[in-house]
């Protein structure tokens, strides 16, 4: 294969004029020059650009050239709604921002003032509550209807779909259903007593419809786990003489590390974020009384629900941000030290 001479002058200009019609485009855009062709410019500058890219004259880097063309938009995507968004993000929760523009930079005043306010601490608190109650409950949830689903009864197909099928419900949707559960119908056999009227026993109650929400999906994934097992394995227990528990604590369970580990993580980053049947059940309310020597009226507003107020109900979009800063911060330490962990105790098939 030899490399076409008249690439190398045809690609450097296709790069050149790629180049600048996309640094031309953007500079448009930062600028907010009205020119409503700089999204086509955009986009036909990185189509030249690409093409110069692909025809650049190179025999040994051409295979990695392509591959990184057809990754580009994914990296692109990605760099937009994720990349970019965290670095603006970090650097407007150090001024004044108010979701339109910025003024001046007021440095760690945003974090001081999150870090003294009493409800920001408390729905902290409660969502690390929240969290490690999840952690551990929808697993054993999930993980036992994963046994019930691979044992040889019949109809084992309808019980996975039907364990499943509240996961498929939105959580809004999900939050008003049990809230008419809640307040309709459950109330009659508590003597007239509000599940959702306490702070205890409404946090509660966001437990159980997230656990109801999510067990089924976890089950899918333990499901997958369990069947990877080697029957040849078990089966080499039981000649063994290794009773049924045995044989689950011993065999199963250690080799399916990797699994839990999976939705140890899975658990642990959606409670985390928990919104949706938060704002839906319960809106944040409850009382609690002495808290730093404040009374709350937001006693289970959790951490994503108080960052929203903050930003939306406040219009206090700059130490919203702040508060999400830390919140990455908390969430994706908790995660790097879950996984490591757990790596440490994985098994290999």
């Not at 760099?79 to 670095?87: R, W």
């Amino acid at each position: 294969m030899k490399v076409n001479t008249g690439n190398k002058v045809f690609s450097p200009l296709l790069l050149l004029a790629g180049a600048v019609l996309m640094i031309v485009s953007l500079g448009m855009d930062f600028t907010r020059d009205g020119n409503p062709y700089r999204g086509a410019m955009l986009v036909c500058g990185m189509v030249i650009f690409f093409v110069g890219l692909y025809l650049f004259p190179t025999l040994r880097h051409h295979r990695a050239i392509v591959y990184f063309i057809f990754l580009f938009p994914l990296l692109f995507t990605f760099a937009v709604t994720v990349v970019i968004p965290l670095v603006l993000g970090i650097g407007y929760s150090f001024t004044d921002w108010t979701g339109i523009k910025m003024t001046k930079v007021v440095g760690l005043a945003n974090y001081q003032a999150m870090f003294k306010d009493p409800q920001f601490i408390w729905s902290i608190l409660i969502t690390f509550i929240f969290v490690a109650l999840n952690m551990v409950l929808i697993n054993l949830v999930g993980f036992a209807l994963a046994l019930l689903c691979t044992t040889k009864m019949r109809g084992t197909g309808f019980y996975r779909a039907a364990y499943f099928l509240p996961n498929l419900i939105g959580g809004i949707v999900l939050g008003y259903i049990w809230q008419f559960v809640f307040s309709n119908v459950l109330i009659r056999l508590t003597n007239n007593i509000s599940l959702l009227a306490k702070t205890n026993t409404a946090l509660f109650c966001i437990i159980l419809v997230y656990i109801w929400q999510y067990g089924g999906y976890i089950m899918l994934i333990y499901i997958t786990g369990l069947t990877q097992v080697p029957a040849d394995v078990i089966e080499a227990a039981e000649i063994d003489g290794a009773t049924p528990s045995q044989i689950l604590f011993r065999v199963k369970v250690p080799m399916i590390r990797a699994t839990i580990t999976i939705c140890t993580f899975l658990t642990l980053t959606s409670a985390f974020k928990q919104f949706d049947v938060n704002m839906s059940l319960t809106n944040g309310t409850g009382s609690v009384a002495g808290f730093m020597g404040s009374y709350l009226s937001q006693g289970t507003q959790m951490l994503a629900l108080n960052i929203y107020n903050t930003a939306i109900a406040k219009n206090n979009y700059a130490q919203g941000q702040a508060k999400a800063v830390l919140f990455f911060i908390i969430l994706a330490a908790i995660s790097l030290v879950q996984v490591r962990m757990s790596n440490k105790k994985e098994v290999e098939l």
